[in-house]
Each structure stands twice: as structure tokens, then as C-alpha cells.
């Protein structure tokens, strides 16, 4: 990484205080509007592809990145034992986490199984009377209301007692889940995880697996375990792949890295999505107002959070129903109703918020920011934790005090690229500053104690003060191609968008447009900053900075004036609300030209 900040564009800082660097090669195309070579393949190799894989990614199938799941410990007898439950008609039940990866998890495989000719129940816990992660009591409960196989998806890796309770209760259990293991795994009888420490290194390597795409894994090899037996001599195999919509979802909401099999999954599921052939995932898209085919982001801002509402603050079945349902009118009727929570968890959030960033100033020394209230709705707390990250670069925790009838705090964190906070969070558990936690490393969740918040506090700074100061230390900005406002055109950002889906681990490009001076800035909503801006070339282009009010950024842009000339950077998207689609510019930082 470049530290000369002169070395993109003639620039000495940003008005974010970034170093601003090129991601790749040097992309600089002037007064020009297309690059003497391939800019898809720039993309690609930007982003770790080698350049004899480039024909692979740029269109990626899961036919060119599917592992055989057998190379996953525990698949082979998971497999067996999900489809001996199918060939004996056992009672199965299907425990999935609160949130959208575990909603999609579970909502696959019920589906699966109903195809198999198989109805199995369902159980996701409340977030609030249960908790995360399963919960002894409720998979004794199960276990006597008759079934004699749960499995977990998106969450068990951890849950030694609570396994052991089951054990006692002699039902088995299959656990599906993605977040980090300890060494010591918890009694069950397949537990089917990429992150477990003793697995191979061609498993490993898909460790960014979201919990669904586990499950995806599962549903692959239960099927070939059943095919190697027979039984679909008389019956027709389930159609695999339209269940990649599900898949496409749980991996976007939960934020798993998009490179490899993850980027497959999220191609090819956007595909299955926009034959709206699943009634449950129309409704969603109806709800989410769409009168289009869903892209990447919309997955991750307009149909995740919706589902994501019930277990945040509404009733936590509500996504797995929605998902899983075949009547038209109880998937309208539920899409309704995840919509109206999700404007009620915007509210709750809000006021959250407010109160968390109150205490922000009391520790600005803090490595990792600790922020803790009592009444805060346990709902919201990992939204706002990654707000408050986003806008300190700061890993932050928030904890909901008093969460449960013990009194003991409920927290969520999110951390930043360089951080494990994961790791660090099973290692405060074990060091018995927790009685609860895990993740991974971009998210955590935990269970702490009264008055365990300050040691936990203290604890981290001294874990992590080095490793979150290298980190922010090399923050910068990653650039993929600089061009001047005429060149900022909806041909270029359809070109830029063919070497997607985007996402974490997979980043947008992003592009640097100016020089321009400002023709017009004023604010928005609450706190986003739009933006008329003209460059040296007469072109002129609309854009936007969303959240930007209250930093030195957004300041800066509405002081700007025309005397001073700028460069914006940022994402490129099609404004398609004006009689002819335009390119505009998500902007997320600036810097003065002169």
C-alpha cells in the first residue's frame, strides 16, 4: 500500500483523512470513457483472481466452484442421518437462529425435506426470553414432543450444555453452523462446520460460508446418500437449485465474504429470484416495493432487514414462515407484517442510537469501543453497533443490561477489516470474563454478567489496542478507476456491474470522478448530503453522501463554493427515476483539487 498520499490524483489528504491508493493497476481514464483493455478483467485480478482463473469468476457457476461436501467433516454422517429420518418418517425438527442466515438455513431445508415427501417442524428461539443459540431446556421440550432428530442451523458450534441436555434426552442432534469452534466441540451427532479447527484445508478454505450455504451443502449430500439408495426410482429429485434464492439471501444479510462459492451461490440466486417462482420470497420483494428483478444490495438492505425484523423486534417464526409457506395470501399477509416491524425497528434503532453515541466521547482513548445501557432494546443493538463502527472505524460493542430475568447483559459487536472480534470475544469467555459469547470475525455476540461490563471493557483494550491501532493506522481508500465527469455515463456502470454481485470480501468499484466544482449541495432526509457538481469538461452529474451531515466530509461538501475545485469517490449506480436512466455517484469521501 502506497503511504504518499500525492500518489493518486495529485492529492494530499481527503476530507475523511484518508490515504487514497489504487486497488489494483493504475485505471486512470482521463477525459476518456473506456480503457484500451478489458476493465472487467482489471476488476477481477484487482481482487485476487490469478490471471489464468479470470474466465472462471467472470462468470461464476457453482458447477466451477462446488466442492464435494464429503470434504467437510461430520457431511458424510450428517447426510446419512437426515436421510434416515426421511426414509423412516422420523419426526424432525429444524432449530434455526433469530436471524436472516438462520430463517433461510431452516427454511431450506424444510423445504427440502417437503419435497422428499417429508413435513418437518420447525423451532426458533425468542431472542429476548432465549436468547441466542440453542437452548437445553427447548431441545429437551422438543425431544419429547416426539422428534428424534433436531437440526441446528446457524448455531450450536458452541452449545456444549445445551447438547449435553439433548444427549441425556436421547435425541439427536445434527448441528449446521459457520461461526468459530473452539477445540473442545460439543456433543452431537454430526456437526457440520468449515471453521472447525481440525478441518481439512480444502474445507477450510470455504470458511466464509454463511450457515445456508452449509445447509445448501447438506441438502446436496442428503440427496445423493437417498439417490445411492434408491429412492428416487419412484419419485422425481428435488430441484436443488431453486433453492439458491434462500441461499443468495442468508449469504448477503449475514455479510459473508463474497469470493469463490459464496459469489456463485449470490449469482446464480439472483437468477432463481427474478423468476419470482417461491411465493414466500415474492411477497418479500412486493413488500420491499421492488418493480424489479432484486440486485445485490437489495438483498442486503430491503428484503434482509425485513426479515431479519421478526426476530429483532417482532415474533421470531415469522421469516421461516414466510419463507416456507405455499398460500399466496398468508405470504402477503406476512410480508405486510415484517414490513411494519421493520419501520418500528427503525424507530427503536434510532433512539439506541442516540443514546449509545451519547457515550462515545467518555471513551475516545478505548481501542474498542464498549457502549452499554439499561432498557436498550436487544433487538437493535447489533445495528447499532455496526452504525457507530462505521462511523468511529472503531470495533464497537453495545450491550443491552438487564436483557433477561438474571439481569445479565445481551451485546453485539462488529469490527473492522484487520480485527478478529470473534476470536477475541471466545477468548474473554474462556477467560471467564463472558458467560456467553462467539462469532465471528466481523460480528459477535455475547452474554456478560452485572457488572461485568467495565473488566470486559478494559480486557479488550489491552487485547486489541495494537491490532485495532495497526488497523486504523492503514486505513485508506481502495480505487479502482479514475475518470473525469463526462465519462460517467450508464454504459460504464453496466460494464461495472458485470463483473459483480458485490459485497464483502468482494468490493464494489469504486470510482474517483473530477475534477468538479459544485454547482448545488444541500441536505436530505436527515442527515444524507445531495449534490449537483459540473466538471472542467462541462458535464454535470448528480450524487449523494448518505449519513455524511454531521462528518467533517459532508460539512465540507455543503461549504463547498464554486471557486474550489473537487474530486468525489464512490460507488457508480443508475438513477432510472428520470424519463432516461442517468449515472450518479453514492459518494463516500472527497478531496479539494486545489
Given at each position: 500500500?502506497?503511504?504518499?498520499?500525492?500518489?493518486?490524483l495529485?492529492?494530499?489528504?481527503s476530507?475523511s483523512g484518508r490515504?487514497?491508493?489504487?486497488?489494483?493497476g493504475?485505471?486512470?481514464?482521463?477525459?476518456?470513457?473506456?480503457?484500451?483493455h478489458?476493465?472487467v478483467?482489471q476488476?477481477?485480478?484487482?481482487?485476487?483472481v490469478a490471471?489464468?482463473?479470470?474466465?472462471r469468476?467472470r462468470n461464476?457457476t457453482l458447477?466451477?466452484?462446488l466442492?464435494?461436501?464429503s470434504?467437510?467433516?461430520?457431511?458424510d454422517?450428517?447426510?446419512?442421518r437426515?436421510?434416515?429420518?426421511v426414509l423412516?418418517?422420523?419426526t424432525v425438527?429444524?432449530?434455526?437462529d433469530?436471524d436472516v442466515?438462520?430463517a433461510t438455513s431452516?427454511a431450506?431445508?424444510?423445504r427440502?425435506l417437503?419435497?422428499?415427501?417429508?413435513?418437518?417442524?420447525?423451532?426458533?428461539?425468542d431472542r429476548?426470553?432465549e436468547?441466542?443459540?440453542?437452548?437445553?431446556?427447548?431441545?429437551?421440550r422438543?425431544?419429547?414432543?416426539?422428534s428424534?432428530?433436531?437440526?441446528t442451523v446457524?448455531?450450536?458450534?458452541?452449545a456444549?450444555?445445551a447438547?449435553?441436555?439433548?444427549?441425556a434426552?436421547?435425541?439427536?442432534?445434527?448441528v449446521v453452523d459457520?461461526?468459530?469452534c473452539s477445540a473442545?466441540?460439543?456433543?452431537?451427532t454430526?456437526?457440520?462446520n468449515?471453521?472447525?479447527?481440525d478441518e481439512?484445508?480444502?474445507?477450510?478454505a470455504?470458511?466464509?460460508l454463511?450457515?445456508?450455504g452449509?445447509a445448501?451443502l447438506?441438502?446436496?449430500?442428503?440427496?445423493?446418500v437417498l439417490r445411492?439408495r434408491?429412492?428416487f426410482?419412484t419419485r422425481?429429485?428435488p430441484?436443488?437449485?431453486?433453492?439458491l434464492?434462500l441461499v443468495?439471501?442468508?449469504?448477503v444479510?449475514?455479510?459473508?465474504?463474497?469470493h469463490?462459492?459464496?459469489?456463485?451461490?449470490?449469482a446464480?440466486?439472483?437468477?432463481?429470484?427474478a423468476r419470482?417462482e417461491?411465493?414466500?420470497?415474492?411477497a418479500?420483494?412486493?413488500?420491499?416495493?421492488?418493480?424489479?428483478?432484486p440486485?445485490?444490495?437489495?438483498?442486503?438492505?430491503a428484503?434482509?432487514?425485513?426479515i431479519?425484523?421478526?426476530?429483532?423486534?417482532?415474533e421470531?417464526?415469522?421469516?421461516?414462515?414466510?419463507?416456507?409457506t405455499?398460500d399466496p395470501?398468508?405470504a402477503r399477509a406476512?410480508?405486510?407484517?415484517?414490513?411494519?416491524l421493520?419501520?418500528e425497528r427503525?424507530a427503536i434503532e434510532a433512539a439506541?442510537?442516540?443514546?449509545?453515541?451519547a457515550?462515545i466521547?467518555?471513551?475516545?482513548?478505548r481501542?474498542?469501543?464498549?457502549?452499554?445501557?439499561p432498557?436498550?432494546?436487544p433487538?437493535?443493538?447489533g445495528i447499532?453497533?455496526?452504525?457507530i463502527k462505521?462511523?468511529?472505524g472503531?470495533?464497537t460493542?453495545?450491550?443491552?443490561?438487564?436483557?433477561?430475568?438474571q439481569?445479565?447483559?445481551?451485546?453485539s459487536g462488529r469490527?473492522?477489516a484487520?480485527?478478529?472480534?470473534?476470536?477475541?470475544?471466545?477468548?474473554?469467555?474462556?477467560?471467564g470474563?463472558?458467560?456467553?459469547g462467539g462469532?465471528?470475525a466481523?460480528a459477535?455476540g455475547?452474554?456478560v454478567?452485572?457488572?461485568?461490563?467495565?473488566r470486559?471493557?478494559?480486557w479488550?483494550?489491552?487485547k486489541?489496542s495494537?491490532t485495532?491501532?495497526?488497523?486504523?493506522?492503514?486505513?485508506?481508500?481502495?480505487?479502482?478507476?479514475a475518470?473525469?465527469?463526462?465519462?460517467?455515463v450508464p454504459?460504464?456502470?453496466?460494464t461495472?456491474?458485470?463483473?459483480?454481485?458485490?459485497?464483502?470480501?468482494?468490493p464494489?468499484?469504486r470510482?474517483?470522478?473530477?475534477?468538479?466544482?459544485?454547482v448545488?449541495a444541500d441536505?436530505?432526509?436527515?442527515?444524507h448530503?445531495?449534490?449537483?457538481?459540473?466538471?472542467d469538461?462541462?458535464?454535470?452529474?448528480k450524487?449523494?453522501?448518505?449519513?455524511?451531515?454531521s462528518?467533517e466530509?459532508?460539512q465540507?461538501?455543503l461549504?463547498a463554493?464554486?471557486?474550489?475545485?473537487?474530486?468525489l469517490?464512490?460507488?457508480?449506480?443508475i438513477?432510472?427515476w428520470?424519463?432516461?436512466?442517468q449515472?450518479?455517484?453514492?459518494?463516500?469521501d472527497?478531496a479539494f483539487a486545489?
Amino acid at each position: 500500500m502506497s503511504t504518499a498520499p500525492q500518489s493518486i490524483l495529485g492529492l494530499d489528504r481527503s476530507l475523511s483523512g484518508r490515504t487514497w491508493r489504487w486497488r489494483g493497476g493504475n485505471m486512470d481514464l482521463g477525459n476518456g470513457s473506456s480503457l484500451d483493455h478489458d476493465v472487467v478483467t482489471q476488476l477481477l485480478l484487482s481482487r485476487g483472481v490469478a490471471p489464468d482463473d479470470v474466465e472462471r469468476h467472470r462468470n461464476p457457476t457453482l458447477r466451477s466452484f462446488l466442492p464435494d461436501p464429503s470434504e467437510f467433516r461430520d457431511m458424510d454422517a450428517a447426510a446419512e442421518r437426515l436421510a434416515q429420518a426421511v426414509l423412516t418418517n422420523e419426526t424432525v425438527t429444524v432449530y434455526g437462529d433469530y436471524d436472516v442466515d438462520g430463517a433461510t438455513s431452516a427454511a431450506l431445508l424444510i423445504r427440502l425435506l417437503r419435497d422428499l415427501g417429508h413435513q418437518a417442524r420447525y423451532y426458533i428461539p425468542d431472542r429476548l426470553l432465549e436468547g441466542y443459540g440453542p437452548s437445553g431446556e427447548a431441545l429437551v421440550r422438543i425431544a419429547g414432543e416426539g422428534s428424534s432428530l433436531i437440526v441446528t442451523v446457524d448455531c450450536g458450534a458452541m452449545a456444549h450444555q445445551a447438547l449435553e441436555m439433548a444427549h441425556a434426552a436421547g435425541v439427536d442432534v445434527v448441528v449446521v453452523d459457520h461461526h468459530k469452534c473452539s477445540a473442545e466441540l460439543p456433543r452431537a451427532t454430526a456437526l457440520v462446520n468449515p471453521n472447525r479447527l481440525d478441518e481439512s484445508d480444502l474445507a477450510a478454505a470455504h470458511g466464509h460460508l454463511a450457515a445456508v450455504g452449509v445447509a445448501f451443502l447438506l441438502g446436496i449430500a442428503t440427496v445423493r446418500v437417498l439417490r445411492q439408495r434408491g429412492f428416487f426410482e419412484t419419485r422425481r429429485e428435488p430441484d436443488l437449485f431453486a433453492l439458491l434464492d434462500l441461499v443468495a439471501l442468508g449469504t448477503v444479510a449475514d455479510v459473508a465474504a463474497l469470493h469463490g462459492l459464496n459469489r456463485a451461490f449470490v449469482a446464480q440466486g439472483l437468477k432463481v429470484m427474478a423468476r419470482r417462482e417461491g411465493v414466500g420470497m415474492s411477497a418479500l420483494i412486493d413488500a420491499s416495493r421492488l418493480n424489479r428483478a432484486p440486485s445485490c444490495s437489495d438483498l442486503g438492505f430491503a428484503l434482509g432487514p425485513r426479515i431479519n425484523a421478526g426476530g429483532r423486534v417482532g415474533e421470531a417464526t415469522l421469516g421461516v414462515r414466510l419463507l416456507t409457506t405455499e398460500d399466496p395470501d398468508e405470504a402477503r399477509a406476512i410480508a405486510a407484517q415484517l414490513s411494519q416491524l421493520n419501520e418500528e425497528r427503525r424507530a427503536i434503532e434510532a433512539a439506541v442510537q442516540e443514546m449509545a453515541e451519547a457515550q462515545i466521547d467518555a471513551q475516545h482513548n478505548r481501542a474498542v469501543l464498549t457502549l452499554a445501557g439499561p432498557g436498550w432494546h436487544p433487538g437493535v443493538i447489533g445495528i447499532v453497533a455496526g452504525r457507530i463502527k462505521e462511523k468511529t472505524g472503531k470495533p464497537t460493542l453495545v450491550v443491552a443490561l438487564d436483557a433477561d430475568e438474571q439481569g445479565n447483559g445481551k451485546g453485539s459487536g462488529r469490527s473492522i477489516a484487520g480485527v478478529d472480534l470473534g476470536a477475541a470475544i471466545i477468548a474473554a469467555r474462556e477467560a471467564g470474563l463472558l458467560l456467553a459469547g462467539g462469532g465471528h470475525a466481523m460480528a459477535a455476540g455475547l452474554t456478560v454478567a452485572p457488572g461485568g461490563i467495565d473488566r470486559l471493557g478494559d480486557w479488550l483494550d489491552e487485547k486489541l489496542s495494537r491490532t485495532v491501532g495497526e488497523a486504523m493506522t492503514g486505513q485508506s481508500l481502495a480505487l479502482d478507476l479514475a475518470l473525469a465527469p463526462g465519462g460517467l455515463v450508464p454504459s460504464l456502470v453496466e460494464t461495472l456491474e458485470s463483473a459483480g454481485p458485490y459485497g464483502m470480501g468482494w468490493p464494489g468499484p469504486r470510482l474517483a470522478v473530477g475534477p468538479v466544482r459544485m454547482v448545488k449541495a444541500d441536505l436530505v432526509g436527515t442527515d444524507h448530503v445531495r449534490l449537483i457538481v459540473r466538471g472542467d469538461d462541462g458535464a454535470s452529474f448528480k450524487a449523494i453522501a448518505f449519513r455524511a451531515a454531521s462528518t467533517e466530509m459532508g460539512q465540507a461538501l455543503l461549504r463547498a463554493t464554486h471557486h474550489r475545485r473537487l474530486w468525489l469517490a464512490g460507488r457508480a449506480k443508475i438513477d432510472d427515476w428520470a424519463s432516461r436512466p442517468q449515472a450518479e455517484l453514492h459518494v463516500e469521501d472527497a478531496a479539494f483539487a486545489d
